[in-house]
């Protein structure tokens, strides 16, 4: 879910502006002074702020210039006067776009949901971070299906990977051979089940700095592996 600040000092607007973005389904956060607003801007994780011009603190024109040295996330920016709006244009300060108020909600969240599109085909070509998994030095892409151990990338092959993410994916849960090869190799576990012996050995050479003492994934004796956090 798009995460959405916005920076406005009269509550009323910046409620009414909230509740419309919420009804739209994004999780949306308001600060009414500048200089708060900035800070959270810099701090927080936000897809997008809308954000006033005149405030408390610090203005709207010193917010937009230090958020965009620091991100590139979309900024709508936000002012009852249009001349400010084109000082702000004349300004170039890297705002997105620019709406005079009164302006109607239903016209901010068309905005809204069009910069988001935007900036999500520009930073979304390929990996979204929710399709990748990090544990200690191990990363495994999930959308390229590639996988890298303490920066260095290793060869995987389709059931390595697939058997390597299940298990990353259920971590501390003990998973026997059967159940791994119904899972990964999807047949009846009347199968060769040696075979994920085999796997689990190949994936403990490829990610594992010392394969005598696993730190990703464990053997239970008896029972079956483990993917350790
Ligand atoms: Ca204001």
Not at 90 to 104: E, H, V
Not at 122 to 148: F, H, M, P, Q, Y
Not at 181 to 207: P, Q
């Amino acid at each position: 879910m798009s995460r959405i600040l916005i920076i406005e000092d009269e509550e009323a607007i910046a409620d009414l502006e909230k509740d419309y973005l919420e009804l739209s389904g994004y999780e949306v956060e308001v600060e009414n002074r500048g200089d708060t607003g900035l800070q959270k801007a810099l701090e927080g994780d936000y897809d997008l702020i809308v954000l006033d011009l005149m405030l408390p603190g610090v203005d709207g024109f010193e917010i937009c210039k230090k958020v965009r040295e620091e991100k590139d996330i979309p900024i709508l920016m936000v002012s009852a006067k249009k001349d400010d709006i084109d000082k702000i244009r004349g300004l170039g300060l890297g705002a997105d776009d620019y709406l005079t108020k009164p302006f109607s909600p239903s016209e901010l969240v068309a905005r809204v949901k069009a910069h988001l599109n935007r900036y999500e085909r520009l930073v979304g070509t390929g990996t979204r971070s929710n399709d990748v998994i990090e544990i200690r030095g191990l990363k495994i892409d999930k959308t390229a299906r590639r996988v890298w151990v303490d920066g260095v990338e290793k060869p995987f092959t389709t059931k390595e990977f697939d058997l390597l993410t299940f298990l990353a994916e259920n971590p501390n849960h003990v998973y026997s051979k059967e159940e791994l090869f119904r899972r990964i190799w999807n047949m009846d576990s009347v199968g060769d089940i040696a075979t994920v012996t085999v796997h689990i050995k190949k994936i403990r050479e490829k990610i594992e700095f010392d394969t005598q003492n696993p730190q990703y994934i464990e053997t239970i004796w008896g029972v079956g592996y483990r993917f350790k956090v």
